[in-house]
């Protein structure tokens, strides 16, 4: 195979052979790991293509990758992979590939991203082989491998390194695809080299929960899990600097004896690291936002004692990673004081400073999400003690300047180091690549790219290039990237301290890139929950178990992660504005049926619901007339036990007159917040009743006395009247004797005889 193809030939014979090929142009969409793709026409043919449109309608795409992280030595034949994929319904045809290269070197990384974009035809392109495709099925892809013997590489007699454009023709029956991207020629020798440092974040995938649960812990911390995996990569890269986040360190230590083995060997490594160290926000929160959103200064962690089970510290844990306290040296000659003696000690359960303590290498080091800084933010930070601040290049005009610039500048009188977009975004498709052709892909930008920059005049570049905050959850390679970041000619390893103090980079300058107002809106509205629960709050023990809780999550919920436009942020939103809803209203007053009162004085009972799991609260009722029928005495407060409910009584009195009394019942905490919902009971007020239930009562008893008396009289009377007649009764027989004939015999004028006592006169 020749170096030129004689269809670049011209003349006649020239638009012939362009006709023959035209049907093999590769038109299509490149996908994001690999080059762009559009209406590219290959570089044999001399006739306009087909447009872009046309492409998007064929439904292939095509992808192309140099083997080698793209870097081509002499003596080495160049191996190629082109990925073709099919996402439509329709199968394609068996058809072919061509590969082929653009013999002009690129002078810059502009010229070079230009290139990778471009649709137009490539002037003097060279044909470098060809391969077969097999049949595409619908939603299938395949891999098609082109190698170029080292003696048919077009730019193999160079003696200096540069950057080529490479490019694959597909035809698939009707359809066409076109890929592009680069390869590294590198002859040896010495090159300039840029210093890199890298930041990488240790964080978790995105949640809601302020502390990571013990489960998830396991999870991360085994042998393949993505806290492993962080660790695992930093072997024997000592200069990449790494950001922490706090929340995944006082998450392991409040779990104290509890916490998962792998866990805490894990935290150990975490300690040994050699690495420059700095501290992430609690939960890596978003510090642009939190300023955009009106508050002051970033949000920190109130209280974590929610999370802690004091049993789980029965025997002391022993301390993994805290900063080490030396004892004072005593003064010569004096006295030893005698340790106190105490009772039996009990559990030494850790505060929230030592659940957080860390001795991190760097301090006072900020690190908002890609694009989402603004001057005004600056300010804010600084005073926050974040006076050096990590900023992303596409929060910069670092694309509008002409050549690249070294990471630090200073702006509103913070020091920015600015991470370099363009390698930061290829090391990060590398880092997650899901294939080792992906990977090649990556590495082939990173290496074009820092070949180019050693192109450019002037002294050495000092770069900052800084990882993903949400790359763990796909994150399989990153031994391998830095392994081949700093194994490249054009590269050398660099501290981050060496990057911040580099020269300064002429009218390198940050450039607003405020949130979107949706997100700030939100974040607006997450603050304000957290005060409505910690006015709430006061209805506990322990106001800061609720409060603490609520901050924490709040912070987890603001995780830089989160911006990645993969993740449901407002969902999760959402559901925590639900869940805030649920407990505000977790306390209430269950409804109850209007109420008869028929006395002047009494005690109304009213049943109040405590919905908080895990926590007793104590609450006050309080009760308002809507008339001068009743009266109220007092407010009256009651614990009421988790998870239960309990009879509160209110107590009133009746005034003048009957009649209907709506009560408007509030529920406060003992400082007066108001809880829950109000609500409202009618009194139906019958204060007379109990007046005429008395005289009632009297006039019974008056009657029932009154009865008595006239039935004791009466039987009295009648006892008597009983005696006298048994007392007449003698007197009776005398007469009835006297009027009786005498008979013969009788002297009628004698006297009667008397009897004796007891006996009858009549024998």
């Known amino acids: 195979m020749s170096a030129a193809s004689p269809t670049l030939r011209r003349g006649s014979s020239l638009r012939a052979r362009a006709r023959q090929v035209a049907t093999a142009l590769v038109i299509g969409a490149l996908t994001a790991a690999g080059a762009v793709g559009g209406g590219v026409a290959p570089a044999n043919a001399a006739e306009p293509t087909l447009s872009h449109a046309a492409t998007a309608a064929s439904g292939l795409a095509a992808t192309i990758t140099a083997d080698g992280g793209g870097v081509l030595s002499p003596g080495k034949d160049l191996g190629v992979s082109i990925t073709v994929s099919n996402p439509t319904d329709t199968a394609y045809a068996t058809g072919t590939v061509t590969l082929w290269a653009d013999p002009t070197a690129q002078k810059d990384r502009k010229a070079l991203a230009a290139w990778l974009t471009a649709t137009d035809a490539v002037s003097g392109a060279v044909d470098l082989g060809q391969a077969q495709l097999n049949t595409l099925e619908p939603g299938s892809s395949t891999v098609v491998r082109l190698a170029v013997p080292a003696a048919s590489v077009p730019f193999a ?73 962080e660790l695992d990569g930093l072997n024997g890269h000592t200069t ?243 392994n081949s970041l700093f194994s490249s000619p054009w590269s050398a390893p660099a501290t981050f301290r060496s990057i911040a103090d580099a020269p300064q980079t002429q009218g390198l300058d940050l450039v607003d890139a405020p949130e979107s107002a949706q997100r700030v809106a939100s974040i607006r509205a997450l603050v304000q929950d957290e005060g409505s629960l910690g006015q709430f709050a006061t209805v506990l023990d322990d106001p800061t178990r609720l409060t603490g809780r609520t901050r924490a999550d709040l912070l987890a919920l603001l995780a830089v ?23 505000l209203h977790s306390i209430r007053i269950l409804p109850t049926e209007n109420v008869n009162l028929v006395s002047a004085q009494g005690s109304i009972p009213f049943t109040v619901s405590n919905g908080l799991e895990g926590d007793a609260v104590t609450i006050v009722l309080t009760a308002a007339p809507s008339n001068s029928r009743l009266e109220v005495d007092q407010s009256t407060t009651k614990r009421i036990l988790q998870d239960s409910r309990a009879t509160v009584l209110i107590p009133v009195k009746a005034k003048v007159g009957n009649g209907q009394v709506v009560l408007s019942l509030h529920l406060y905490s003992p400082t007066g917040v108001p809880i829950g919902d109000p609500t409202s009971v009618t009194v139906d007020v019958h204060a007379d009743w109990e007046g005429i239930g008395a005289l009632i009562f009297g006039v019974l008893l008056v009657l029932l006395f009154g009865f008595g008396i006239v039935r004791n009289i009466l039987r009295r009377r009648s006892t008597r009247a009983e005696g006298e007649a048994e007392a007449a009764e003698p007197g009776e027989d005398a007469d009835a004797a006297a009027a009786v004939t005498p008979s013969e015999g009788s002297t009628a004028d004698a006297p009667a005889a008397e009897s004796p006592p007891g006996e009858d006169p009549r024998g």
């Open 157 to 229: 007699a160079r003696t200096s390194s540069a950057v080529f454009g490479i490019g694959a023709s597909v035809r698939a029956g009707s359809a066409d695809a076109q890929a592009r991207g680069s390869v590294v020629w590198y002859p040896g020798g010495t090159a300039k080299q840029a210093s890199i440092n890298v930041a990488m974040p240790i964080v978790t995938p995105s949640g809601s929960s302020g502390l990571i649960a013990s489960d998830d812990l396991a999870t991360y911390t085994a042998p393949n899990g993505i806290l492993t995996r």
């Open 240 to 482: 990449v600097t790494v950001g922490i986040d706090p929340m995944i360190i006082a998450s392991i230590r409040a779990l104290g004896n509890a916490a998962p083995p792998t866990a805490v060997e894990w935290l150990g490594r975490l300690a040994d690291l050699p690495n420059e160290t700095f501290s992430l926000g609690y939960a890596d929160a978003d510090l642009a936002g939190q300023i955009q959103a009106g508050l002051p200064a970033p949000l920190q962690p109130t209280s974590l004692a929610y999370g802690i089970d004091p049993k789980n510290f029965t025997p002391t844990p022993t301390p993994v990673g805290e900063p080490s306290t030396a004892s004072p040296t005593p003064t010569p000659g004096a006295l030893t004081p005698s340790p106190t003696p105490t009772g039996t000690p009990g559990p030494v359960v850790p505060t929230m400073e030592k659940l957080l303590a860390w001795d991190f290498s760097l301090t006072g080091i900020g690190w908002p999400g890609d694009k989402t800084l603004r001057h005004a933010d600056l300010g804010p930070l600084a005073a926050a003690g974040l006076a050096t601040t990590i900023v992303s290049g596409s929060n910069t005009n670092a694309d509008g300047l002409a050549t690249t610039s070294n990471a630090p500048v200073t702006s509103g009188g913070s020091r920015l180091v600015v991470s370099d977009q363009g390698i930061s975004d290829a090391l990060r498709q590398a880092v997650s690549a899901p294939s080792d052709a992906a990977w090649n892909t990556a590495m082939s930008k990173v290496n074009a790219q820092l070949e180019l920059i050693g192109q450019e005049p002037g002294d050495a570049r000092r770069m900052l290039v800084a990882l993903d905050r949400s790359w763990p959850s796909s994150g399989t390679q990153l031994e391998r990237t830095l």
């Open 561 to 583: 992660s989160w911006l990645n436009p993969r993740t449901d942020w407002t969902a999760a939103v959402a559901k925590e504005g639900a869940t805030t809803y649920q407990t």
